[in-house]
C-alpha cells in the first residue's frame, strides 16, 4: 500500500512539474515576444526622431537668415527667441498645445 501511494505521489509531482515547465515555457515565450515586439516599436520610433530631425534642419536652412535675426535681436528674451524660432520652422501651435513661454509661466506659478 505505501509502494501505491509513493508511485501516485511521484506521479503527481511529475506532472506538477511539467506543468510548471510549461507555465515557464510560456511565460518566456510572451517575454521573447514582448521584447521583440518593444524593440521593433523602438526602431520605429528612432526612425520617426530621425525624419523629424531632418525636417527641422531642412526648414532651419530655408529659414537661415530669418534665423540669425532672431537669434541677434537683443530685445528679446531666450525663451522668446525658442518661441519666435519654433514658430518660424513649425508654424503656429495645434490647438491645445502650450507654447514655451506659456509653460515657462507655468513654472513660475509653481513657486
Keep these: ?9 511521484s506521479i503527481e509531482q511529475r506532472k506538477d512539474r511539467a506543468r510548471a515547465d ?3 515555457e510560456r511565460k518566456l515565450a510572451d517575454s521573447e515576444s514582448k521584447r521583440a515586439h518593444d524593440a521593433r516599436r523602438v526602431e520605429v520610433l528612432e526612425e520617426r526622431l530621425r525624419l523629424v530631425q531632418l525636417d527641422a534642419a531642412a526648414a532651419a536652412l530655408e529659414h537661415v537668415r530669418e534665423l540669425r535675426d532672431i537669434s541677434a535681436d537683443a530685445k528679446l528674451s ?8 519654433r514658430r518660424r520652422l513649425f508654424g503656429d501651435s495645434p490647438a491645445g498645445v ?14
Design 22 to 24: 510549461r507555465d515557464l
Design 78 to 85: 531666450a525663451a522668446e527667441k525658442l518661441e519666435r524660432t
Design 98 to 111: 502650450q507654447t514655451l513661454g506659456e509653460l515657462d509661466s507655468r513654472k513660475g506659478a509653481g513657486k
Design 1 to 9: 500500500m505505501k509502494t501505491v501511494i509513493a508511485l501516485r505521489s
